[in-house]
């Protein structure tokens, strides 16, 4: 096996575990934004709020996390298959 | 500037104590604001002028208002609305009149609005000195716990966006950006804190938050208590030195109001006087290290500038 070969395997499986922990990574920011907009918009669920100025101030701002919170409700069905998926488990 | 907060259980005299404190205060030579945030308004009944939601000259150095809690949260939500068009641009198929419904009866957010408005008058009057007629107890201590209470929220919520924030750095550092879906479209989002709006706002917000908890614990700041010689105006009186006590708000005075003192009190009346001893002596005992200055029953509501003055310097200004 030539040497450029070889980086080459390794690189390939570097770059791949790289792959799949920034997958993980942005998983858990999705659910970190997704937390965080439910506390600080429960009361559109029914969640106790924090403080109704708080969600008052930072309401314009929050497109990514409300998408973030709806899209992930609808998904609520499957939740095991998402964390099955993220691990690679068939 | 000085501040006053006038407090007490509904029906006690607050607006009627507010009124003569500032006419008093006005006519020593000092310029007065002075600020209704009770719901159920009468301070222009009290002072007999007609008062708005915008401040009226009572005197040469007297102004008023009567804060309209409900219109505040309408025009609040209705130029947060128009704001959330603007900045949703990706959400815009979202139904948010549905959600402004909800926030309009959000619990909390009268008691926001109020703060709001507090904070408004202290940057914006200029005057020698703020009095508060407040709304009764219950909601007042709420107003007032606000600042503290939702500091740790937002000292929490921080904390959190920076992790927010880190994970996307994190992913920045890999792939070169952070773009995500919102709506139809990938777009970049912020990753670091001083481009995070969010972020900032939370930070604003957390510094104006400081900004009032600070102005409200200092010696600048003075509550005076109005209560009732009864029984459970004594306990009420107890729980409000222990709240105040608590968020290091300082106590002026009390002011027992409506004290009725009667040589050979007739039968049907013999209990109430009784309870009235009572009340003043316990008082004594229970609050030694405050000031408690009585204000007779009157044989008549004290009505105008003129009427309040009165009240002011027979009662009320030993008592400040």
Known sequence: MSKNRFVGFFKSIFSGLEESSTSIIEKDLQETENIFAIITTGAFIGIPLPSTGILLRILPYMQREIFVMTKRSKEMDDVFGEIAGMFDID | ?320
């Open chain 2, 1 to 320: 500037m000085k501040i006053r907060f006038v407090l007490g259980k509904g029906g006690v005299g607050k607006t009627t104590v507010s009124a003569a404190i500032g006419v008093g205060i006005a006519e020593s030579g000092k310029s007065v604001f002075l600020s209704s945030l009770d719901p159920a308004h009468n301070l222009g009944d009290a002072l007999s002028v007609k008062l708005s939601n915008k401040a009226t000259t009572v005197n040469q150095r007297l102004k008023a208002v009567e804060i309209n809690t409900e219109s505040i949260i309408k025009e609040y939500l209705s130029e947060m609305s128009q704001k959330l068009k603007t900045t949703y641009r990706y959400l815009y198929t979202m139904n948010l009149d549905k959600y402004f419904d909800i926030l309009k009866h959000s619990p909390g957010i009268e008691e926001y609005a109020i703060l709001e408005s507090i904070q408004k008058t202290i940057h914006t009057e200029m005057a020698d000195i703020l009095i508060f007629d407040t709304p009764p107890t219950g909601i007042t201590q709420k107003v007032l716990a606000l600042p503290k209470l939702t500091l740790i929220w937002v000292e929490r919520l921080i904390k959190m966006r920076k992790g927010i924030l880190s994970k996307r750095q994190m992913i920045k550092n890999v792939r070169g950006e952070y773009s995500a879906v919102v709506g139809d479209e990938l777009v970049e989002l912020p990753t670091e804190e001083e481009k995070d709006d969010i972020m900032i706002e939370l930070k604003k917000y957390g510094k104006e938050l400081h900004e009032i908890d600070e102005i409200l614990s200092s010696q600048d700041t003075t509550i005076y208590i109005v209560t009732l010689p009864e029984e459970l105006s004594l306990f009420e009186t107890e729980r409000i030195l222990t709240f105040m006590n608590e968020f290091k708000i300082h106590v002026g005075g009390i002011f027992l109001n409506k004290v009725l003192r009667i040589e050979n009190p007739p039968r049907e009346i013999a209990g109430k006087i009784k309870e009235q001893e009572y009340v003043i002596s316990e008082m004594a005992k229970r609050f030694s290290g405050i000031k408690i200055t009585e204000i007779p029953l009157l044989e008549s509501s004290p009505r105008g500038t003129k009427a309040l003055y009165k009240l002011y310097k027979e009662y009320i200004e030993e008592g400040l």
